[in-house]
C-alpha cells in the first residue's frame, strides 16, 4: 500500500470517527489510544469554514539570489534545499510569537505558504499547479546562533528551525480565488521599518519547480505544506517588536514578539 492509499483509507477512516479523543469509539471505527492525542493542526482558511488539515511542512531554503548572497553562499554554485518544521510549529495563539529559549539571535524570515490539496511522486513540473489548493503569509523564525553552531557542525538544523511556534501563518487563500501568483512584493516590516523587500518573480525554485522536485524526495499527500524560502534582509528581533509581513496578492501576517 503506497503512502496516498494509506492517507485515502486513513481519511475515510477519519470521517467515521469520533470528533474528539475524549468521546467513546463507534461502532464503525474502533480505536482507542494510550493517551490523548493532540489535536489534528489545521490552517483558517480565507472565506470558509473549512479549515486546511496540516500533513507535513516542508522548507526551502536559500530560494532567492540576495538571501543566499547575504547568508555567506553562491546562488549559482548551490542549488536550493529543503528541512524541515513540524506541523504544529504553524500554530501560534494570538499570532504572539514567544521568543526562544536557547538564543540570543532570533531572525525573522518571511515566506509564501504553499498548500497542497493533492500529492503524488515524481510530479511533472507541468501538472504540480494542479496539486496547489492555495497560499499564505508566514514566517520561518529561526534561532540563526544555533543553526549556524549546527552548520558549523555539519549537524541537522532542527535546534535552530523546527522549536515551538517557529512557523506562525496566516489564513489559506484558495487559489480558485486569488490563482498562482508568479509576481509580486514580499516585505517584511519590523516595527513600521522595511527589513525585507523582494519579489515573487526573484524565486531561483518557481512554485512547480519545488513541488516537483521534492515529489522527487519524497511522497506528497494532501496537506502538505511548502514554505517557499525568504527573500534578502533577515535580521534579529526582540520581545516587544511588531512584525508586519506581506505578500502580494495573498495578504499580511502582523505577528507580535513576546
Ligand atoms: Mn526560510
Known amino acids: ?90 500554530i501560534v495563539p494570538d499570532l504572539k510569537f514567544p521568543y526562544p529559549p536557547q538564543s540570543n539571535d532570533v531572525h525573522h524570515e518571511i515566506e509564501m505558504v504553499v498548500a497542497l490539496k493533492k500529492g503524488g511522486t515524481d510530479i511533472p513540473v507541468e501538472d504540480a499547479l494542479d496539486c496547489v489548493y492555495g497560499y499564505a503569509v508566514s514566517l520561518d523564525m529561526t534561532r540563526r546562533d544555533l543553526q549556524g553552531q549546527m552548520k558549523k557542525l555539519g549537524r541537522p538544523w532542527e535546534i535552530g528551525k523546527a522549536f515551538e511556534m517557529s512557523a506562525p501563518c496566516g489564513e489559506i487563500v484558495p487559489a480558485s480565488d486569488i490563482g498562482h501568483p508568479e509576481n509580486g512584493a514580499v516585505w517584511l516590516k519590523v516595527n513600521g521599518e522595511m527589513r525585507q523587500e523582494g519579489d515573487l518573480n526573484q524565486m531561483l525554485w518557481k512554485v512547480p519547480e519545488m513541488i516537483s522536485y521534492l515529489s522527487g524526495l519524497f511522497e506528497l499527500v494532501p496537506g502538505d505544506i511548502i514554505m517557499s524560502g525568504t527573500p534578502a534582509g533577515v535580521g534579529p528581533v526582540v520581545r516587544g517588536d511588531v512584525m508586519h509581513g506581506h505578500v502580494e496578492g495573498v495578504g499580511d501576517l502582523i505577528v507580535n514578539v513576546v
Open 1 to 90: 500500500m503506497s503512502l496516498s492509499d494509506m492517507y485515502r483509507c486513513c481519511s475515510q477512516a477519519r470521517e467515521r470517527r469520533p470528533r474528539y479523543a475524549s468521546q467513546p469509539p463507534t461502532k464503525e471505527f474502533d480505536m482507542s489510544y494510550v493517551f490523548t492525542p493532540p489535536p489534528a493542526v489545521s490552517l483558517p482558511v480565507r472565506g470558509q469554514d473549512d479549515r486546511f488539515p496540516v500533513h507535513r511542512v516542508y522548507c526551502v531554503g536559500r530560494n532567492y539570489a540576495e538571501h543566499a548572497i547575504e547568508m555567506g553562499h553562491d546562488p549559482d554554485k548551490e542549488p536550493p534545499f529543503f528541512f524541515q518544521k513540524n506541523p504544529d510549529n504553524l
